[in-house]
């Protein structure tokens, strides 16, 4: 049984145990009442409803366990932090297990904080910047299946979204754009200047990005993640696309601007960066997107690169998945706290000339072992 077969039971059983309340009704009330609960009825049993509610209950559970693996990521990012500075990180709340209530303590006292919005500024572009960046980071979690029974499919048969691996990562590069909206719509020097080297760094690194992906997709020879999954049955595509899996790695640092690649923010400089006229659950909302994106890259790595939920029998699909996602995630934060930050030119020569070049030539070596057969 699937995900589609399992949320459509339930759709059912719900619109059937409606649907004698809807037709008591009718029975009982006058013909004038009668007939509007019977036509109610007779919708709500339709096929189209039925796969329209379906499709919207597999896209809430999904979302619902990734932001759960969210919250354990960033239980990781701290106590991963505090054993490489010699401290416990989160300790108190949550003793039990590791402190990971912690995480919901700060989000209670983020919630509870006053929300303020600056007198200068547009306050339009300030309100809608943080709902389109959540939004399309979100959006990305609901395109990546965790494995071929586990997914948003629109039938029985398991068909997920449509080239669903080009959507996430369109929906990906969305965040620049709202970043950059962030950062001057605040009306704040360090915010516009926050956002435009947030812009500035991210579609330097999605080109390179998306020309390693390219190469993937031409030994899958499809745009779909299932596809793409079963083409590395035999041999994970990280290893003959070996130079592409470090580039997809750097980029995706750059594109969650996760240290060297945290100048946007700059604590040190620029307060906080694109987001310092942000406080209270906006700013909240902004570190969890953080970390949301970092999921879905891990995600992304995983399932383009690294096998996707193949592995030991022993193990469930969506569990290996998952396993790795983790350790790409552990990764992120290894890299992040052992390498100093990089400055604007260094980041932008970093993309340009060092990272885009080495891109061509992965891709490449795709073409020369798509031609001799290999995949």
Sequence with gaps: MNLFEFCYGIIHWLVDLVNHLWYWLGDVLPWWFGDFFDAVGDFAASQGHLSVMTIFLEVVIVVIIALINVLNFIWIFRKFMGRMFDFYGPYYVGYGIGGWLQNLADGIKLFVKEIIVPAKADKMGYLLAPIIYIGSSILILATIPFSENFGVSTNESGTYVPAGALFALAAFAIAPFSILLAGWASNNKYTLIGGMRSAAQMMSYEIPLLMTVASVFLLAGSFGFVDIVDAQHDIWFAIPLFIGFLIFLVCLAAEVEIIPFDLPEAE?????????????????????????????????????FLGGWHGPALIPDEIWFLIKAYIVYTVFQWMTWSLPRVRVDQMLGIGWKRLLPLAVINLMIAVALKSMGWF
């Design 268 to 304: 040190a400089e620029l307060v906080e960066g694109w987001t310092t006229e942000y406080g209270g659950m906006r700013f909240g909302l902004f570190y969890f997107t953080t970390t949301i994106r970092s999921y879905a890259g891990g995600a992304l790595a995983t399932a383009l």
